[in-house]
């Protein structure tokens, strides 16, 4: 679609846009509602010194910030999604900004609140937490004192609830440097010329002129090298930020403070990182599948994303045929979840077609009271966005029974769980594509799309986990990361992932310096986990019957009740075991060896 015939925001059709007045009718209802959040706000410091006084009290100071809680949640769900229509949108990019500003001084009005609870003697919060008044606040209550031993004094946490926003400072100017900063400039093509940036490499890359490839790979590459001590000083003080921010509250290293909102054990993390690194047969073996499919000399690094399979020759799906594909697909799962979901669907949870100004890609923003809405950017001649439909779905129907099983304090459920929920309807939908499809060219497309997906998900995102596990260590142990320490960190991992056919380059292990991912640290490796138990979950309820497709709705309708290691093993797979992770291995090499028997 070209730029000329996308459609405005005013010129979508209601129908193919989510309805926000589950939210807030209008712009103006927000507004209100705004005023009422920011007098709700001024009643904060008169509950302070309140709380260790009775359960009663606890239960008022609690009671309320639900209540502002649901109101600030709600105000951001609206203000949010309605920028995502159109970023171009003054109007709701001021939405935004007003209330950033007012939650960031309802947040510094509020750091005393989780010190004081945490001053509670320890004799009276055993008695409070079995207080009626505070029975759907209990789950909450012994999640927050978990932190105990890391909440730090009043004076303290106010200072560092000032310090919030100046910790931001390196991703926003890696952000700012690789994404405006940087003039990739143009490239010559037999079409004429052509932009590079950030967001058209990936498409460069899967160019099938291979010296077209290499020249875009050298004048990309080109830039980092130039800045490459700037984006190596930029992530090692990100790094510095981690482990500093760690030790103030008395955590033994950065991965720990990271991981205990999840109460996820480090031996987790490593399981992961090793039972991979046991299994890197069938990776290397891809690797060379398509050094000889793509027929070159040597693999290079430029040669990883050109497609090895055309897009196969697929009719074109129409939104609701869409939904009839994923409903059918999503069948094992039965009538509730799939009547929800389709009633969601053809409805007015999604906001489906592309315009100018929106949000590019797509993803689901589920809330205790709205819908659970999802944006996309829907395309009837790419089947992918049949696929993504089912992952966003996936997620939003996660949402849904969190929302409904819980009470609003402890409904949010984790990143660790949420690709569970995603990536697990994704694989019902490629069986049922694989079982349906008419032609052995859909087959093969489909089959090389779950091997693309998989080598990406599980073993790309652990290299990246692998990465910043090294990076902290060094940092921890007082090594300074330099630019040829970080690179030559990188470049090893590179070698040991990619195997003996990759052929790298001397800017390839410059890919470290450019990872946005890496100054969110240690969240990556829930991609690889999350995948790892959807396909063990999608195998077990597939053939199995009503117990284990229970098992799997406990684990949807869990929320925030339990720690994600302990809701997927009431789902009935236990992440803290290699098994999972090795099955996933063994399913991506199934996956590669079918590949190889259809080229």
């Not at 750091?111 to 029975?135: F, N």
């Not at 980092?224 to 033994?252: C, M, W």
């Not at 039972?275 to 690094?301: C, D, F, G, M, Q």
């Amino acid at each position: 679609m070209s730029q000329e015939t996308i459609p405005s925001r005013k010129e979508a059709k209601k129908e193919d846009t989510w309805d926000l007045s589950r939210l807030y009718p209008n712009d103006e209802a927000w507004s209100a509602a705004l005023s009422d959040f920011e007098i709700l706000a001024e009643k904060i410091p008169s509950f302070r010194g309140t709380l260790a006084k009775s359960a009663e009290d606890l239960a008022a100071w609690l009671d309320f910030q639900k209540e502002f809680g649901l109101l600030e949640e709600r105000l951001n769900y609206y203000a949010d999604l309605r920028q995502t229509e159109d970023e171009g949108d003054s109007a709701a990019r001021t939405m935004t900004g007003r209330l950033m500003m007012a939650a960031s001084k309802a947040q510094a009005s509020s750091s005393w609140a989780a010190p004081e609870i945490m001053a509670i003697p320890d004799q009276d919060i055993v008695t409070y937490i079995v207080h009626p008044k505070l029975s759907e606040y209990r789950v909450y209550l012994q999640k927050l004192l978990r932190y105990k031993p890391h909440i730090l004094s009043d004076k303290e946490e106010k200072i560092l609830a000032l310090h919030a926003e100046g910790e931001l400072v390196s991703e926003d100017a890696f952000s700012v440097l690789t994404n405006v900063d940087m003039d990739f400039g143009a490239i010559d093509t037999p079409q004429g010329k052509r932009p590079l940036s950030q967001s058209t490499w990936s498409v460069f890359m899967e160019n099938p002129d291979r010296e077209l490839r290499k020249k875009v790979y050298g004048t990309f590459y080109g830039h980092f090298e130039a800045h490459k001590n700037t984006l190596a000083s930029l992530y090692s003080g990100q790094v510095k930020l981690d482990v500093i921010r760690a030790r103030v509250r008395g955590f033994p290293s950065a991965r720990a403070a990271a991981l205990f909102s999840d109460d996820v054990d480090e031996s987790v993390y490593d399981n992961l990182i090793d039972t991979i690194s046991r299994n890197l047969a069938p990776l290397h073996h891809y690797y060379s599948l398509r050094k000889k499919t793509l027929k070159v000399p040597e693999l290079r690094h430029y040669d990883v994303y050109v497609p090895m399979v055309p897009v196969a020759n697929t009719k074109r799906t129409t939104w609701n045929e869409a939904v009839d594909l994923v409903s059918k697909a999503l069948a094992p799962l039965g009538g509730e979840y799939v009547d929800t979901l389709r009633g969601g669907l053809l409805g007015r949870w999604a906001d489906r077609y592309e315009n100018k100004g929106k949000r590019s890609g797509a993803f689901s923003a589920g809330s205790y009271v709205g819908d659970p809405y999802i944006l996309m950017n829907y395309k009837e001649d790419a089947i992918r966005d049949v696929f993504t439909m089912a992952h966003e779905g996936g997620h939003s129907m996660h949402s849904w029974y969190s929302a409904k099983s819980n009470p609003f304090m402890h409904y949010g459920y984790t990143i660790f769980e949420a690709e569970v929920a995603s990536t697990f309807n994704e694989e019902l939908l490629f069986r049922y594509l694989m079982q349906n499809a008419d032609s052995k060219e859909l087959k093969l497309y489909l089959v090389n799309k779950r091997v693309d997906e998989t080598l990406a998900t599980l073993y790309r995102q652990t290299m990246f986990a692998e990465f910043e596990k090294l990076s902290h260590q060094l940092e921890e142990g007082g090594t300074p990361l330099t630019v040829d320490v970080l690179r030559g960190e990188y470049r090893k991992l590179l070698e040991k992932y990619f195997g003996p056919e990759m052929v790298l380059e001397n800017e390839s292990d410059l890919e470290g310096l450019r990872i946005p991912h890496f100054y969110r640290a240690f969240y990556v490796y829930k991609y690889a986990t999350g995948i790892s138990a959807s396909l063990a979950l999608s195998e077990r309820v597939l053939s199995g019957g009503s117990k284990e497709r229970e098992d799997y709705f406990c684990f949807l309708k869990s929320g925030g009740s339990r720690f994600p290691i302990e809701s997927l093993k009431v789902a009935g797979v236990d992440m803290s075991s290699p098994a999972p992770v090795e099955a996933a291995c063994r399913s991506f090499g199934r996956l590669v060896d079918q590949l190889e028997g259809m080229l």
